[in-house]
């Protein structure tokens, strides 16, 4: 699930100050590594009301006006952001293995982290669709504190990260968990909170969190570990 950022905007910032204090709860990645990569791996949102930004919001009202009951009851089932693990964990059956979904939980619990202190970076502060233009969101199908920043998309960020791993746990099973995590980062702009590229820039940094996970041998061997633990009860169940 590989996917290329739209170069929107691309400038590198500066880290924040004080703001690395933030990474301290990361759970399996090493907050120095977070602190010097990320702000150099995404693009910065453009600004409001350049060509590029109108473009992007004719976008999120395409994709609002054209919902259709089905999608507003999916949607709204993905909030909050904690639905995205059981939901993409549900593509592969791995919801039923509790030592791979508590190890997805660890997972999401740091990409949260990861997104919550990139969301405090004054260089991406960017006010979400239906505050920006509340006009043409009359009724977004959540209601995020105006105070919460729209990129990157926290949806987006863990969806990408999932994806990568559960498709490496279950290849049989990866173009179904590919195709619903895309989804998840879409229905982000269906309920009107988000832009294309905080999906985008969301997208990237769950992959690239992916990434550094499964380099990392011991986070391997956890995985491995987890997958035979499942299979290993549920063969177990099946023979009584």
Same mark, same amino acid.
């Given at each position: 699930m590989k996917r290329t950022c739209i170069l929107y905007f691309c400038a590198l910032a500066l880290p924040v100050a004080g703001a690395a204090q933030d990474l301290a709860h990361l759970k399996l990645l090493n907050p120095d590594t977070v602190k010097t990569?990320?702000?150099?791996?995404?693009?910065?949102?453009?600004?409001?009301?350049?060509?590029i930004w109108s473009n992007g919001l004719e976008e999120v009202r395409r994709y609002y006006n054209s919902n259709t009951e089905t999608d507003r009851e999916r949607a709204q089932q993905e909030e909050?952001?904690?639905?995205?693990?059981?939901?993409?964990?549900?593509?592969c059956h791995a919801g039923s293995n509790s030592a791979v979904a508590s190890l997805m939980i660890d997972v999401a619990s740091d990409c949260h982290t990861i997104y919550t202190w990139a969301k405090k970076r004054p260089a991406w502060? $960017?006010?979400?669709?239906?505050? +920006?233009?509340?006009?043409?969101f009359?009724?977004?199908?959540?209601?995020?504190?105006?105070?919460? %920043?729209?990129?990157?998309?926290g949806h987006a960020t863990i969806e990408g990260c999932l994806g990568e791993l559960l498709g490496e746990l279950y290849p049989a099973n990866r173009d179904e968990i590919v195709k619903r995590a895309v989804q998840v980062g879409r229905d982000r702009m269906r309920a009107g909170v988000h832009f294309p590229w905080?999906?985008?820039?969301?997208?990237?940094?769950g992959?690239?969190?992916?990434? $550094?996970?499964?380099?990392?041998? +011991?986070?391997r061997d956890k995985l491995e570990k987890?997958?035979?633990?499942?299979?290993?009860?549920? %063969?177990g169940a099946a023979n009584h």
């Open positions: 990569v990320v702000p150099i791996l995404l693009c910065p949102p453009p600004e409001a009301h350049t060509e909050p952001t904690e639905n995205v693990c059981r939901i993409l964990s549900s593509e502060a $960017e006010t979400r669709p239906c505050f +920006a233009v509340p006009g043409d009359p009724a977004p199908l959540e209601k995020p504190s105006p105070n919460s %920043n729209s990129f990157p998309s905080d999906i985008h820039a969301g997208e990237r940094l992959e690239w969190i992916a990434g $550094e996970l499964l380099k990392d041998p +011991a986070f987890a997958k035979a633990q499942g299979a290993a009860a549920q %063969n």
